[in-house]
């Protein structure tokens, strides 16, 4: 079945203690894409790959990293966490970034 | 940088009466626009996009770039049709972030 899965998909974690939400999607798609969607503010990206080992910031990148060393995984990355971190994260995969995406199930995250 | 507004969270339409959706953007250029929705319980899927010109599940959207909206707009709506609907731009070359608004809840009554 083709789809973008997600891990974990709940995570209650303490400030500062790092840790990998990962991504992956089984459609051989190039554009691959991390969200995080709050309450009033909807959606916003974080970052964005073209393609593996192109990665580049979205509107909310700070506190956040991603790698893409392979096509089908892109790992989100919180050194740090902190508070203003608790959020829904999306991730999402297109054929092209003009091609609709698809959505993976969420990871609601709690940092306290 | 580029911006998207939905200025209404909340629109509530009773089943068969018109729904319109707003979407206003800031890009004096021209930019990529898509309708996403989603439905209770299910992941984010794209409605519609203006570079295709199609009409899903009834729904269409025309671009204004004088006005700089891409509103939704459906004629008559139907209670499948309650969802949260979000509009979402890009421009590229510039650069291929996908910027969304806050997104709308609609309800329709029946």
């Known amino acids: 079945e083709a789809q973008v899965t997600q891990n974990p998909r709940y995570l209650i974690t303490v400030t500062g203690k790092k840790l990998t939400v990962t991504c992956s999607q089984n459609m051989n798609h190039e554009y691959m894409s991390w969200y995080r969607q709050d309450p009033g503010l909807g959606l916003r990206q974080i970052y964005y790959?073209?393609?593996?080992?192109?990665?580049d910031k979205g509107d909310v990148p700070e506190g956040y990293k991603v790698s893409r060393k392979e096509k089908r995984n892109f790992p989100l990355i919180l050194e740090s966490p902190s508070p203003n971190q608790t959020s829904l994260y999306f991730c999402a995969s297109s054929l092209q970034f003009y091609n609709e995406q698809f959505f993976g199930p969420g990871t609601r995250l709690t940092v306290l | 940088a580029q911006r998207v507004t939905q200025p209404e969270k909340l629109l509530s339409v009773f089943k068969g009466a018109p729904v319109e959706l707003k979407c206003n953007y800031s890009y004096s250029g021209s930019p990529e626009l898509f309708w996403y929705v989603q439905y209770s319980r299910q992941r984010l899927q794209l409605l519609l996009r203006?570079?295709s010109r199609e009409s899903i599940k009834g729904f269409t959207a025309d671009l204004n770039k004088g006005e700089t909206s891409f509103h939704l707009k459906k004629p008559f709506a139907q209670e499948e049709d309650s969802a949260m609907y979000y509009c979402a731009l890009s421009v590229p070359p510039n650069d291929y972030k996908l910027s969304f608004g806050a997104g709308t809840t609609v309800t329709v009554r029946a």
């Open positions: 203006h570079i």
């Open positions: 790959s073209m393609n593996v080992e192109v990665t």
